[in-house]
């Protein structure tokens, strides 16, 4: 019946013959035949086998949610994830409330409403943040692995996520802004000084997107280090920190191989760490010898030794430098996005761009050369709503990327299942015309009428997201690009070339304008 050293199924006809019926070469382990050939077939099988229990398992979890009915075996959507576009993303939050992808077998459910992505961000038992498949390997996993000790506050939950941010908010307060901003105001004087001097070396329009991000670098690691590190590591911080960003793609190639994108990211990481640890021992030092506090560091140095601190007091010099560097991650990216888009929003709306300076005229009475301080920004509201609402139209965090803790209920007929990947998608709700009508438009004064649909509905309003881990660096953030352009606005005209992709959006971990946007500076006074 069964020939087995051609492992084919063969019957003997009534006649007696043998004649083969299905000459199919069946697996061996059917056949009980050995070698090589036994290993392919069992092989097939196994591999045959994962596939089908791949398809199965995916559509198990998809249930009746829109998305691919098949998912391509393995990689899933990857070749899709890594090269996103706005306009995919669209087309997906017009699928559904809920949609389903997979890559690399990791599942993910993106949720396009407003109730849905607050239900996400504000559900610490059910989900939490994980950001991009890569943070964690980004952000030095054996700390995050072995000692659970998250100097990266994103990845902590409950209790210990809110003890460690309660420590974190002194960095925040008003008293530390108004020490950041002097130091804002200075790293941006220098930065224009270099953007005029070489659009005058040069004709043409320059692309704004290196130096904008090099203008961020610079002024975060100063607010962050002050003088506890030496001008060349800020280069290098620079230079190698576009590795951190190309690697923040939504799922990467798993395994972080020397020459992947993630390898690479690892590399640029440990060049900064190394000096924000040092800054951090340069800065206990400082603090010890009695010096006054100039930068973020000296403040948190000198709260942990006041006596009425409570809470942990020791932080060695690579927790402290994690720290920074999780603030760094956190903020280059967003804040390039943020800032990039306020010059291209300024220069494509000259009406704007004349009640910024308006304003300014008013509060600073033409004396451009003053620095700015917190006082002066509070009496600039037309300043702070162009800023929000650039940052509407343009949100450089599009979505959070968050993990289903354990089987997550997030609607009646649908549980995400435990470890899925659940995306509560942010531009939906920015964007929602019922909230912002002709929410394409980019019009500052919805902010300024207390009774306006956007100031009634903050709930929209998901920029620095929603919940326990609602962005800790809003007034930060916010204040230094609006104080960016504030400077800009009064010091430099800048005329944007526009090409066709300068209203097309790149998404690279945040948005930016396809074209990288180009800007012609010249000096305004
Ligand atoms: C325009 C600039 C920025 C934008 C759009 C932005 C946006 C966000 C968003 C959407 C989240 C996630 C919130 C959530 O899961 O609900 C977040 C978290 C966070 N951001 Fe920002 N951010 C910006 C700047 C900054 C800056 C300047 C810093 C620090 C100096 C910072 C530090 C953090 C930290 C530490 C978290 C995690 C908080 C936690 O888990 O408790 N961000 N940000």
Request: with cysteine; net charge neutral; aromatic share 10%.
């Amino acid at each position: 019946m069964f020939d087995k050293s051609s492992s084919s199924v063969s019957v003997s006809s009534p006649t007696g013959s043998t004649s083969s019926v299905v000459n199919f070469p069946f697996p061996s382990f059917l056949s009980s035949t050995s070698g090589s050939s036994s290993w392919f077939y069992t092989t097939l099988a196994i591999v045959a086998s994962l596939l089908v229990l791949e398809q199965t398992v995916y559509r198990y979890k998809k249930r009746h949610l829109p998305g691919p009915k098949w998912t391509i075996p393995i990689i899933g959507q990857f070749a899709d994830s890594l090269s996103p576009t706005l306009e995919n993303y669209k087309s997906q939050w017009a699928s559904g409330a809920l949609s389903a992808v997979s890559v690399f077998n990791i599942f993910i459910v993106i949720a396009s409403t407003n109730d849905y992505a607050r239900k996400i961000m504000n559900s610490p038992t059910f989900a939490e943040p994980c950001l991009v498949q890569s943070a964690k390997q980004v952000l030095l996993p054996e700390n995050w692995r072995v000692l659970r000790i998250a100097h990266t506050l994103v990845f902590l939950s409950g209790k210990s996520h809110v003890e460690y941010r309660r420590g974190l908010n002194s960095l925040f307060t008003r008293k530390a802004l108004g020490m950041y901003v002097a130091i804002q105001d200075l790293i941006a004087r220098q930065h224009f000084a270099k953007w005029l001097a070489a659009s005058a070396a040069n004709s043409k329009p320059q692309v704004i997107m290196w130096v904008a991000r090099d203008l961020n670098m610079e002024t975060s690691l100063r607010v962050f280090c002050g003088n506890h590190i030496p001008d060349h590591a800020f280069k290098e911080i620079s230079d190698k920190y576009w590795a951190i960003t190309a690697a923040l793609e939504l799922v990467n190639f798993p395994l972080a191989l020397p020459g992947t994108k993630v390898w690479k990211a690892i590399q640029a990481r440990k060049v900064a760490l190394k000096w924000l640890a040092l800054a951090a021992r340069n800065s206990k030092a400082a603090m010890a010898a009695g010096r006054e506090p100039e930068c973020m560091l000296d403040e948190w140095v000198r709260d942990l030794s006041d006596p009425n601190y409570k809470g942990r007091s020791e932080f060695s010099d690579h927790e402290m430098s994690m720290v920074l560097f999780s603030f760094l991650f956190a903020s280059q990216d967003a804040m390039s996005s943020g800032l990039i888009y306020g010059f291209q929003h300024l220069a494509d709306n000259p009406d704007i761009l004349a009640k910024v300076r308006e304003e300014q005229e008013k509060v600073r009475g033409g004396n451009y050369d003053k620095p700015i301080t917190l006082e002066m920004m509070d009496q600039m509201p037309y300043l702070k709503a162009f800023v929000k609402e650039s940052l509407r139209v343009k949100p450089p965090v599009t979505m959070v990327p968050y993990t289903a803790l354990k089987a997550f209920p997030i609607a009646e007929d649908y549980t995400v299942p435990a470890g899925a990947m659940v995306i509560p998608s942010v531009y939906p709700s920015l964007h929602d015309e019922a909230v912002f009508p002709e929410s394409e438009k980019l019009m500052p004064e919805r902010w300024l009428d207390e009774k306006s649909l956007a100031n009634q509905n903050p709930k929209n309003y998901l920029v620095f997201g929603s919940g326990p881990h609602k962005c800790i660096g809003i007034e930060y953030a916010t204040m230094n690009i609006a104080l960016v352009l504030a400077n800009a606005a009064v010091l430099m005209n800048w005329e944007h070339h526009r090409t066709p992709d300068s209203d097309e959006v790149q998404m690279i971990a945040t948005i930016f304008p396809k074209d990288g946007c180009y800007l012609k500076f010249t000096p305004r006074v």
